[in-house]
């Protein structure tokens, strides 16, 4: 039970998107999934222990790496993994309420229940602002929370018990600077693709609903 | 055997539920069951060797360690996302006993037809009702219960920096600090939040059923 539960519900997800959803759903897998999973896993896997001080006090290195990674990348790349695939859950949601609905009724309510049109196209339009926002937040706040995307390889720090100001050294502070860039250019590319689609439905579904209303008009 | 085996067993009560139900087995599996193995369990992974006492009197260390956590964090929350799913298996058994039930009636010469009856989505009356109702009463009330466990053991949901410890074998009042204090209170409050948002869940559920219920009455009476 871990990252297996995303796979399958993006998998399910596949189903009800468009070609541009499932082209981000593979950028998702491949890009920043597989790549989380084999790669910056285990880059920050030791951070605490080889995040070394230039001193023997007991205690001031746990403080200052605390001072300097509240919350580390890895969390923060895992929260965001989860946080911007959850929001395609509320299409499959909408998708079995109206399976449901059909069943209940016993007739064919629907064209198709996954077809997306009527309340599914909104459903479908929120679920990729959310997605977007989501992404724009979790890069906004990796950039607050450490001055940009930099990694440095030294720090000082003079938080209690330090007795003075204190060398600290950060572990493969390139690799991991490399890995950030590459979640920003990907979380980039997935907010691209959610505004080409989005862009795409609206205009679809204006361009459907303007030759309804031609066509009516002249009936 | 892990959490897949629950995913297994919750799966197959989630046909049964009400909407909300449906939401709240959700939220249970993404925002708390995964962020634990995949997020959680890492920041807690090193909790006892990162912990540091200002002092090198062998054993001081693991007594204070002892002493300001009984219980890790990490493997509360596991015990409560356990109990919290548990009551789920009171509506697996009642559904498992009544196609038992229709099955022996089905031996016994009645025509049911049995694929059907696998494949049945079982609705939430009568004493079905009484089962699932409880089950969510169940639920909520193990909420509550581990929540405050966590606010008694760890005097609130901060996770302090530093600790004071002068349990025997330490000679004095050490200094002994914590591992990730931000990190973990992070996750703490997090977990907090989604606990809380079950428990609205779980309540919203309650009162629609018995709003349904009592609306069913009172359309009977008249």
Known sequence: ?219 | MDWGSLQAVLGGVNKHSTSIGKIWLTVLFIFRIMILVVAAERVWGDEQQDFVCNTLQPGCRNVCYDHFFPISHIRLWALQLIFVSTPALLVAMHVAYTRHEKKRRFRNGEKIDIEELKNEKMHIRGPLWWTYTSSIFFRIVFEAVFMYVFYYMYDGYQMPRLVKCNAWPCPNIVDCFVSRPTEKTTFTIFMLAVSGICMMLNLAELCYLVIKICMKASRKTT
Not at chain 1, 35 to 42: D, L, P, R, S, T
Not at chain 1, 84 to 92: A, E, M
Not at chain 1, 115 to 123: H, M, R, V
Not at chain 1, 166 to 173: A, E, F, G, N, Q
Request: proline share 4%.
């Open chain 1, 1 to 219: 039970m871990s990252w297996g539960f995303l796979r399958d519900l993006l998998s399910g997800v596949n189903k009800y998107s468009t070609g541009i959803g499932r082209i981000w759903v593979a950028v998702v897998f491949i890009f920043r999934l597989l790549v989380y999973i084999v790669a910056a896993e285990n880059i920050w896997k030791y951070e605490h222990d080889e995040f070394e001080c230039n001193i023997k006090q007991p205690g001031c290195e746990n403080v200052c790496f605390d001072h300097f990674f509240p919350v580390s990348h890895i969390r923060l790349w895992a929260l965001q993994l989860i946080m911007v695939s959850t929001p395609s859950l509320l299409v499959v949601f909408h998708v079995a309420y109206r399976e449901n609905r059909e069943k209940q009724h016993n007739q064919k309510l629907y064209k198709s229940p996954g077809e997306i049109d009527g309340g599914l196209l909104c459903t479908y339009l929120i679920s990729l602002i959310l997605k977007t926002g989501f992404e724009i937040v979790f890069l906004v706040l990796f950039y607050k929370l450490y001055n940009g995307f930099e990694v440095p390889r030294l720090v000082k720090c003079d938080i209690r018990p330090c007795p003075n100001t204190v060398d600290c050294y950060i572990s493969k502070p390139t690799e991991k600077m490399i890995f950030l860039y590459f979640l920003v250019a990907t979380s980039c590319l997935c907010i691209v693709l959610n505004l080409s689609e989005l862009s795409y439905l609206i205009f679809k579904y204006s361009i459907k609903c303007y030759l309804k209303r031609y066509i009516k008009k002249h009936q």
